[in-house]
């Protein structure tokens, strides 16, 4: 009976991993071939942006309804749910006809990413236990990082062999093997709750919300930050979260207990992805953009240079977990992983001001990387195990919804500031282009199009030019980066204070029982 229980829990592990694996790839990998995509469906820049933008938004969104409805529906079938749900989003997606088609597939498999995070870490901490429950979390984060750092060079094979829908294609295949082996998940039926237990008023103003202030932040720039239709988003946005309170006060089963974010050690714990966002998550989507524009290097040499941030977070969880569970405390732990992100996101900043090598770079990029690597998947099991068993899949939503939607909120908030900064910087410092091309050399810039902006200027000017934009880039991007820092920094001293008020109480305790 043991061993097939065992089997069992391997069968499920595999599964949920393989699933794991597939969602950060996708955010990773589908960015690679967004300009295939837009020479065959013949898309403008908006609307081939919101391929990936979908994606996060429904993510971000969905994560803690999904979380609920494993509460109340069963953990596997919520799991079997949302990988079907991505799996038909797979194969829409591959066979979208136009770019509209493939932005409602994205948002649809955003909706199933969001299943697999929240039910397959609750699946996890209603299966494993102690020792096993640490390292099982330690491979959640591995495999999540493997997806982030491997998901755009299996993209780049699958492009290169075929096409840019192979890349959808082999989601699908990947994810049905997933529900085949998710057949054998234990069935918790027993545990399940009703459908009017789900707060279907209160999930809807919790995404109404999120999304209208995403849409605030994504488009703000270009819209205008003052103008009618960003100023109306961020208010309805925030009336809509207002509502979302009131309602989960008054309801009977809300969608989100605030009893949850009562708890210190749960509240301090899902801070600490929040740190990563404005540190780690920021670099993984913007910082080759620094190495190919001002630094003027190629695509390969930023690639390997982004190794020193990822691959830290293929060793390091494992390497955590395993100090867990001989007895070292996780608090300590935490501690590390946050000052180790500080540090680096402050040395960062520091040595692109001096104009500093690579290799010192690389360093800075280490620091950031072992920060994000101690504390990914280590969190998501004490976080879950700070909390009652029954309300396991609503801490997990709202777990991945702090971490999702404050990478959603520092990508797109990371983008604003730098598209704001150049916007003031380029004028002032660089006086000698006409006023009509302010705008399309603001553009270049933030997309680290330095090459073909010199080449729309005389030779006798480029080397001038070249030594000015690169002195604004640096200047708008230590300017955004101690924004987002001072950010990461209150975030931390937060998180910190929750999991010191938890270690005091816990101390009080053991000294009375003595």
Same mark, same amino acid.
């Given at each position: 009976?043991?061993?097939?229980?065992?089997?069992?829990?391997?069968?499920?592990?595999? /599964?949920?991993?393989?699933?794991?694996?597939?969602?950060?790839?996708?955010?990773?990998?589908?960015?690679?071939?967004?300009?295939?995509?837009? /020479?065959?469906?013949?898309?403008?820049?908006?609307?081939?942006?919101?391929?990936?933008?979908?994606?996060?938004?429904?993510?971000?969104?969905?994560?803690?309804?999904?979380?609920?409805?494993?509460?109340?529906?069963?953990?596997?079938?919520?799991?079997?749910?949302?990988?079907?749900?991505?799996?038909?989003?797979?194969?829409?997606?591959?066979?979208?006809?136009?770019?509209?088609?493939?932005?409602?597939?994205?948002?649809?498999?955003?909706?199933?990413?969001?299943?697999?995070?929240?039910?397959?870490?609750?699946?996890?901490?209603?299966?494993?236990?102690?020792?096993?429950?640490?390292?099982?979390?330690?491979?959640?984060?591995?495999?999540?990082?493997?997806?982030?750092?491997?998901?755009?060079?299996?993209?780049?094979?699958?492009?290169?062999?075929?096409?840019?829908?192979?890349?959808?294609?082999?989601?699908?295949?990947?994810?049905?093997?997933?529900?085949?082996?998710?057949?054998?998940?234990?069935?918790?039926?027993?545990?399940?709750?009703?459908?009017?237990?789900?707060?279907?008023?209160?999930?809807?103003?919790?995404?109404?919300?999120?999304?209208?202030?995403?849409?605030?932040?994504?488009?703000?720039?270009?819209?205008?930050?003052?103008?009618?239709?960003?100023?109306?988003?961020?208010?309805?946005?925030?009336?809509?979260?207002?509502?979302?309170?009131?309602?989960?006060?008054?309801?009977?089963?809300?969608?989100?207990?605030?009893?949850?974010?009562?708890?210190?050690?749960?509240?301090?714990?899902?801070?600490?992805?929040?740190?990563?966002?404005?540190?780690?998550?920021?670099?993984?989507?913007?910082?080759?953009?620094?190495?190919?524009?001002?630094?003027?290097?190629?695509?390969?040499?930023?690639?390997?240079?982004?190794?020193?941030?990822?691959?830290?977070?293929?060793?390091?969880?494992?390497?955590?977990?395993?100090?867990?569970?001989?007895?070292?405390?996780?608090?300590?732990?935490?501690?590390?992983?946050?000052?180790?992100?500080?540090?680096?996101?402050?040395?960062?900043?520091?040595?692109?001001?001096?104009?500093?090598?690579?290799?010192?770079?690389?360093?800075?990029?280490?620091?950031?990387?072992?920060?994000?690597?101690?504390?990914?998947?280590?969190?998501?099991?004490?976080?879950?195990?700070?909390?009652?068993?029954?309300?396991?899949?609503?801490?997990?939503?709202?777990?991945?919804?702090?971490?999702?939607?404050?990478?959603?909120?520092?990508?797109?908030?990371?983008?604003?500031?730098?598209?704001?900064?150049?916007?003031?910087?380029?004028?002032?410092?660089?006086?000698?282009?006409?006023?009509?091309?302010?705008?399309?050399?603001?553009?270049?810039?933030?997309?680290?199009?330095?090459?073909?902006?010199?080449?729309?200027?005389?030779?006798?000017?480029? /080397?001038?030019?070249?030594?000015?934009?690169?002195?604004?880039?640096?200047?708008?991007?230590?300017?955004?980066?101690?924004?987002?820092?001072?950010?990461?920094?209150?975030?931390?001293?937060?998180?910190?204070?929750?999991?010191?008020?938890?270690?005091?109480?816990?101390?009080?305790?053991?000294?009375?029982?003595?």
């Amino acid at each position: 009976m043991d061993g097939i229980h065992r089997t069992t829990r391997t069968f499920m592990l595999f /599964a949920v991993l393989m699933a794991v694996f597939i969602v950060p790839s996708s955010i990773s990998g589908t960015a690679i071939a967004l300009p295939f995509i837009s /020479a065959e469906l013949q898309s403008d820049p908006a609307s081939l942006q919101w391929v990936v933008n979908a994606f996060n938004l429904t993510f971000a969104c969905f994560t803690l309804i999904w979380g609920k409805f494993a509460d109340v529906f069963g953990r596997k079938r919520s799991f079997i749910a949302g990988a079907l749900i991505y799996t038909l989003a797979s194969i829409g997606s591959g066979l979208a006809p136009n770019i509209l088609w493939l932005d409602v597939f994205r948002a649809l498999a955003g909706v199933g990413g969001a299943a697999i995070f929240s039910c397959g870490s609750a699946l996890f901490t209603h299966t494993f236990e102690g020792e096993q429950r640490t390292r099982v979390f330690a491979l959640f984060g591995v495999t999540a990082g493997l997806g982030i750092t491997f998901g755009p060079t299996v993209s780049g094979v699958l492009l290169e062999l075929w096409s840019w829908q192979a890349i959808f294609a082999m989601h699908a295949v990947v994810l049905t093997a997933v529900l085949v082996m998710s057949s054998s998940i234990p069935s918790d039926a027993d545990e399940v709750g009703s459908v009017p237990q789900v707060d279907f008023p209160g999930a809807a103003l919790f995404i109404a919300g999120m999304f209208l202030l995403m849409l605030a932040l994504s488009r703000g720039y270009e819209w205008g930050w003052l103008s009618l239709k960003t100023a109306l988003a961020a208010f309805v946005g925030g009336v809509m979260f207002i509502l979302f309170i009131v309602r989960i006060k008054r309801a009977v089963h809300p969608v989100l207990n605030l009893v949850l974010l009562r708890n210190h050690g749960f509240l301090g714990l899902i801070l600490v992805p929040v740190v990563a966002s404005f540190t780690f998550v920021t670099l993984l989507t913007y910082f080759p953009t620094y190495l190919t524009g001002p630094m003027q290097q190629s695509a390969a040499t930023a690639g390997l240079m982004m190794l020193f941030l990822t691959l830290p977070v293929l060793v390091l969880p494992l390497i955590a977990g395993n100090l867990a569970s001989r007895g070292v405390r996780t608090a300590r732990l935490i501690f590390f992983s946050i000052v180790s992100m500080l540090l680096g996101i402050g040395l960062l900043g520091l040595l692109v001001e001096l104009s500093a090598s690579l290799s010192w770079l690389a360093v800075a990029l280490l620091l950031i990387g072992m920060g994000m690597g101690i504390s990914a998947g280590l969190v998501d099991g004490e976080a879950l195990s700070s909390v009652k068993a029954d309300e396991t899949g609503m801490a997990a939503g709202v777990l991945n919804t702090f971490r999702l939607g404050s990478e959603a909120v520092a990508v797109a908030l990371y983008g604003a500031l730098m598209s704001a900064s150049l916007t003031r910087l380029v004028p002032e410092h660089l006086s000698q282009l006409k006023e009509g091309d302010v705008e399309a050399w603001i553009a270049g810039m933030a997309s680290g199009n330095f090459t073909g902006l010199l080449e729309l200027v005389n030779a006798n000017e480029q /080397a001038t030019l070249s030594q000015q934009m690169i002195a604004v880039y640096k200047m708008a991007f230590t300017t955004t980066n101690a924004l987002l820092g001072s950010l990461a920094v209150i975030v931390s001293l937060l998180a910190l204070y929750c999991l010191r008020k938890v270690n005091r109480l816990a101390h009080c305790r053991e000294v009375l029982r003595r």
